[in-house]
């Protein structure tokens, strides 16, 4: 095994590695969903769950007991080293870590985990996480959408080709098309904020749900139990628990939330290869550093890879969902333990992952370059077709069949298209239009209805009512604006 020199010891280099953690996420969230938050929040819970009891009178739960869990609410190396000896002993880690904690919290060993199953700390651990994700995330995709409103405003009235099956269609404006991207991100917004703000805490409900083993520490008094949730919440800044439970939080819950990042997925896929394709067509391309090489071999290239790699994150994201969706399927009763394995990879991450798409995102938007000649060029090209729609408008404005001027277009359309494709000639649909006597009518119109603005609908409006100032996508950022008018625009290592 390679090692970092004489006498060192193992390289990481030698184990495999994450590259969510190593490449793409924040280290914000990195650390969040790290072992040591993990294990220090069971401590916390620990903690939180005797000082409880203790308020609600169980005396057996000493003042000093307390004094020494939060003295070690920290798991160090050298507890997580007790802690895989225990494992390895019990083959269970929640007690391994009971007994770790005991022996740096001596007169606090008999009572920690007092009352409680597993999931006491698992699920709330979780519950705990998956808020506090949602709240490094949220602000983060504030972020995006308000970079995209900027760019739509600013190019709110450059016509650009839209494309209907990825074919050339009706124009509409550069702006437009970021503002469609906001909208659908602002979606992603209010989906999350949505189930954050619903998830409540498991709490301590004993074994299967029945809170039995509470009832039998409170003698009997159920309103004792509930009085303990209602301080486990307070202190955990939940508004309540759930009010079913079973050994477990129902895994709905995290179905709900996997619908909503996953959502993000989807989204983030389909703006990534939009500007995948308008690299393709040199309208638009993502930010290219001064010494960044696109390809290894042919270095005139400037291949779009943060949008590549957003695709690729979001197609892994969106698998999440499914996964999810199997593991509250599979769940047998009360609960099976075939939930814990799958999970304890799949929620960190799919948290990780969005982290990781909305700060590609944002260092894509907030860098964007847009190339109006060749966008103009483009338009120029297509703008014959593109007014076709208004000449037969015109034509029946004078009496002339509707049914009949869309044959006539239609006919010619063709002839000039193959001109273009068969003969690689420039587009000369007016040309025969001019020639036609059938459009004898509206000659003398055709010039003046060959300028693109004429042809954007009301692209400019709809972009300043959404993406404007006191627009719908400021009010929906505008919670976050603070926090992330702090930050600065996330920067790609790789």
């Not at 060192?8 to 938050?37: E, H, I, K, N, V």
């Not at 999440?320 to 593991?327: F, G, L, P, S």
Request: glycine share 6%; charged share 25%.
């Amino acid at each position: 095994m390679a090692t970092h020199g004489k006498n060192a010891g193992p390289s990481p280099y030698d184990t495999y590695q994450t590259s969510l953690t190593a490449r793409y996420c924040s280290p914000q969230m990195a650390r969040l969903f790290s072992q040591r938050s993990r294990h220090s929040q069971w401590r916390r819970l620990w903690l939180l769950l005797a000082e409880s009891e203790r308020e609600l009178g169980i005396e057996t739960i000493t003042p000093e007991a307390l004094e020494q869990m939060k003295q070690h609410l920290e798991v160090t190396d050298q507890d997580f080293e007790v802690a895989k000896v225990e494992e390895k002993i019990r083959r269970h880690d929640v007690m391994a870590h009971v007994h770790a904690f005991g022996a740096v919290a001596p007169a606090a060993a008999g009572i920690i985990h007092y009352g409680a199953t597993s999931c006491f700390v698992t699920d709330n651990a979780e519950l705990i996480l998956m808020r506090d994700a949602m709240d490094l995330l949220l602000p983060r995709l504030a972020k995006v959408v308000s970079n995209l409103c900027k760019l739509a405003m600013e190019w709110k009235g450059t016509p650009t080709l839209a494309y209907t099956h990825l074919q050339p269609a009706q124009l509409i404006t550069v702006g437009k098309r970021a503002a469609q991207w906001a909208q659908d991100l602002v979606f992603d917004l209010e989906s999350i904020e949505h189930v954050r703000n619903g998830l409540l805490l498991r709490g301590a409900q004993g074994t299967t749900g029945t809170q039995a083993s509470f009832l039998e520490i409170f003698g009997g008094d159920g309103a004792k139990c509930d009085q303990l949730n209602v301080l486990l919440c307070k202190k955990t800044d939940f508004p309540a628990c759930y009010d079913v439970s079973t050994q477990t939080y129902t895994r709905k819950v995290d179905l709900l939330v996997a619908n909503a990042i996953c959502g993000l997925g989807a989204t983030a896929q389909k703006i990534a290869g939009d500007i995948r394709h308008l690299a393709s067509w040199q309208e638009a391309e993502e930010p290219f550093e001064v010494n960044q090489i696109g390809s290894s071999a042919m270095a005139f290239k400037r291949n779009p890879m943060r949008s590549e790699r957003v695709s690729s994150l979001a197609r892994e994201l969106l698998s999440k969902q499914a996964t999810t969706a199997n593991t509250l399927a599979a769940q047998w009763m009360e609960r099976s333990l075939d939930d814990s394995a799958v999970r304890r990879m799949d929620l960190p991450e799919m948290l990780l992952l969005a982290d990781a798409i909305i700060g590609s995102l944002d260092n894509i938007t907030d860098g964007m370059v847009i190339y109006p000649k060749v966008i103009a060029s483009r338009v120029r090209e297509q703008l014959p077709f593109m007014c076709t729609e208004n000449i037969i408008m015109k034509l029946c404005a004078k009496g002339i069949s509707r049914q009949e001027a869309h044959e006539q277009i239609r006919v010619l359309s063709h002839q000039a298209a193959g001109v273009v494709k068969l003969e690689g000639k420039p587009n000369d649909l007016i040309d025969r239009i001019k020639a036609t006597e059938f459009f004898q009518p509206i000659w003398a119109d055709i010039d003046d209805m060959l300028r693109p603005e004429l042809y954007i609908g009301r692209s400019v409006e709809i972009v300043e009512r959404y993406c404007g100032p006191g627009g719908v996508a400021e009010k929906k950022i505008q919670p976050y604006r603070a926090i992330f008018e702090k930050s600065v625009t996330t920067e790609l290592n790789v």
